[in-house]
């Protein structure tokens, strides 16, 4: 079973490029969402989505963009890379229903991702 | 809104010793309180968690209290190992609304056990 898979594990990029971080799940979950880690500061919620089609904005969604057009698949978007999103990037899942099974986030193994 | 405090890190302890990292939270309602762990490399994982007032969270000897008078759930170990070497947050998530998997973390406290 291979839960949460994140590609790719490390990316450079140039301020002002594009690209999409990866998220995958095999664990049928409805609720899928993206965190990044910063020194200090913990994981801080960017975006979320509780099913195919619905997304949400979490507590930093500036620069970043969301789709959700499979149940499996939530990719993370920059349009144009700022320094400032230097980070480790962190994409979880978890069920919706269930009782106390849903408070339970699976994460993937982190993107780090280098803005220069 | 939400928040979690953790204790300043880094911590550094030797094998066997005793371990409490602390952690207090500010939040309305009756929120479920977590401790991840990350391992180097690796994401995060559920290391225990409590849903209630008074719950106690165990898992690998490690054990946490959800305490609501004091806001506070702090991670205690009897006797770390080496292989205890990792970053460790406090979480929490409140009940109702739309927040199904909706965490807030504290700032995470890195630990170290030497042999």
């Known amino acids: 079973n291979a839960g949460v898979t994140q590609t790719p594990k490390f990316q450079v990029l140039k301020t002002g490029q594009s690209m999409t971080l990866q998220c995958a799940q095999d664990?049928?979950?409805?609720?899928m969402s993206w965190y990044r880690q910063d020194p200090g500061m913990g994981l801080r919620l960017i975006h979320y989505s509780v099913g195919a089609g619905i997304t949400d904005q979490g507590e930093v969604p500036n620069g970043y963009n969301v789709s959700r057009s499979t149940t499996e698949d939530f990719p993370l978007r920059l349009l144009s890379a700022a320094p400032s999103q230097t980070s480790v990037y962190f994409c979880?899942?978890?069920?919706?229903?269930?009782?106390?099974?849903?408070?339970?986030?699976?994460f993937g193994a982190g993107t780090r991702l280098s803005v220069l | 809104g939400d928040s979690v405090t953790q204790m300043e890190g880094p911590v550094t302890l030797s094998e066997e010793a005793f371990l409490t990292i602390n952690c207090t939270y500010t939040?309305?309602?009756?929120?479920?309180l977590f401790w991840y762990v990350q391992y180097p490399g690796e994401g995060l994982q559920l290391l225990l968690k409590a849903t209630k007032a008074d719950d106690k969270g165990s898992n690998k000897g490690f054990e946490a209290t959800y305490r609501k008078e004091t806001t506070s759930f702090h991670l205690e170990k009897g006797s770390v190992q080496v292989s205890d070497s990792a970053v460790y947050f406090c979480?929490?998530?409140?009940?109702?609304?739309?927040?199904?998997?909706?965490?807030?973390f504290g700032q995470g406290t890195i630990l170290t056990v030497h042999p």
């Open positions: 979880a899942s978890s069920l919706t229903s269930g009782g106390l099974a849903k408070n339970i986030q699976y």
């Open positions: 979480a929490l998530k409140n009940a109702g609304g739309t927040s199904y998997g909706k965490l807030t």
């Open positions: 664990m049928n979950h409805e609720y």
């Open positions: 939040a309305t309602g009756y929120p479920s």
